[in-house]
């Protein structure tokens, strides 16, 4: 995602991570992805490191390489030697390329090389006619390609080469179909853009009413947190004051307890003075009673014993 932004280094840096990951699990194949990759992002950035992995490349591809494999390394370094200006050196890589390009039926495999091979014979060796035979091979083999952008260049290259050797009408022709894809393709571009702007604003908002319910949400969950402080606290004072009521009617039937112990024990001394009293008057009267009757005897019997004598 990096390197189709042009973020190369963020690109690298993710780049040697996953080498790291595949060495770890002994994933050879990721490392060959990788560094296919490293080399097109060095490549891109006209880096030195760009023939480091160029090298890293093949050697992956002579250990365990397909065809398609041996016909991509070999065009990689038709595109390096290209680039440093080494035509000859480049087009014996580019004929290695469609070598194994040819040997393994990948027509993916094949497009690219005849591409390459159109561009070399078209800009390098100026051989028009030979070029429009390679890019000609390359509709040849994808009948059904009508709308990429790589088959709108095609049609372009042709229609250069046309031009060239003064073929007007054929270069008028490819033209042409190379400007419908590209109508086509801007169409489509700007209706995709159509799309989605819309479904941005759709999205947006979606967003836009997500938030506002989630706000709404937020704000129901903030009072009904209120509410349960606000019971919660409700719930306490009315415990604390209940407490306070129970403990203060415990009290008040202790203190009534207490008094009722008191009055009982002050009857019961009550009852004990009014006892005594009640039996000293008795023996009192008991006493007096007695006495008296002693001294009227003591006294009959002191008369008659004067009587007598």
Known sequence: RYASIFDYNKAINYYHKSIKVAKKNNLSTENEFVNQRLFA?????????????????????????????????????FAYYSHKEKSELAKKYLDSSFYFAKKSKSTFAMTTVLS????????VDKNYKKAIEEYQEIIRLNPTD?????????????????????????????????????ENIYQGNLKQAINDVETKYRIEKIETENRERQRIFEEKQKNNHKIIIIFIALFSFI???????????RLKQKNKFIDLDRHVKQNIINATIDGQEIERKNIANILHDSISALLS??????SAYIAGN
């Open 146 to 182: 009508t709308i990429s952008p790589e088959m709108a260049d095609i049609y372009l290259n042709i229609s250069y080469a046309y031009e060239i050797i003064d073929d007007h009408k054929s270069a008028n022709d490819y033209l042409n179909k190379s400007y419908s894809i590209t």
């Open 239 to 249: 415990t604390i004051l209940f407490y306070f009521f129970y403990q203060n009617l």
């Open 116 to 123: 390459n091979l159109g561009y070399h014979y078209l800009v």
């Open 297 to 302: 005897s003591a006294g009959l019997h002191l």
């Open 41 to 77: 992002t060095y490549f891109a950035m006209k880096s030195d490191s760009a023939f480091f992995y160029l090298e890293k490349v093949m050697q992956n591809t002579r250990e365990n390489g397909s065809d398609k494999q041996f016909s991509d390394s070999y065009n990689n370094y």
